[in-house]
Nanobody
Framework: QVQVVESGGGSVQAGGSLRLFCAAS????????MGWYRQAPGKQRALVAV??????NYAESAKGRFTISRDNGKNTVYLQMNSLKPEDTAVYFC??????????WGQGTQVTVSS
């Protein structure tokens, strides 16, 4: 059974930084992409950043402030978030996409940015 587990959320003041961590179980050769999504209250879940095959893509709101990195040897992915803004407040979810076409989600980790 595949498990995706996130950690690293918390509360920070505007301008601060947080680093999120995600680990997915299973063979590293089966995972096609790993990414971070977020969902703010009353809003739909939206892409923050994704990495696949060495390439990365970011939401416009994350460009220049967030960095996604993946440790292929350990099936882990990180999201370094700098210059945080109150509008970054959300529950952040890690996603692992497998070559089989299946997607698995973590339970989410809360990020709160105060002004």
């Amino acid at each position: 059974q595949v498990q995706v587990v996130e950690s690293g959320g918390g509360s920070v003041q505007a301008g601060g930084s947080l680093r999120l961590f995600c680990a997915a179980s299973g063979s590293m050769f089966n995972i096609k992409a790993m990414g971070w999504y977020r969902q703010a209250p009353g809003k739909q879940r939206a892409l923050v950043a994704v990495t696949s095959g060495g390439s990365t893509n970011y939401a416009e709101s994350a460009k220049g402030r967030f960095t996604i990195s993946r440790d292929n040897g350990k099936n882990t992915v990180y999201l370094q978030m700098n210059s945080l803004k109150p509008e970054d407040t959300a529950v952040y979810f890690c996603n692992a996409q497998y070559y089989s076409g299946r997607n698995f989600w973590g339970q989410g980790t809360q990020v709160t940015v105060s002004s």
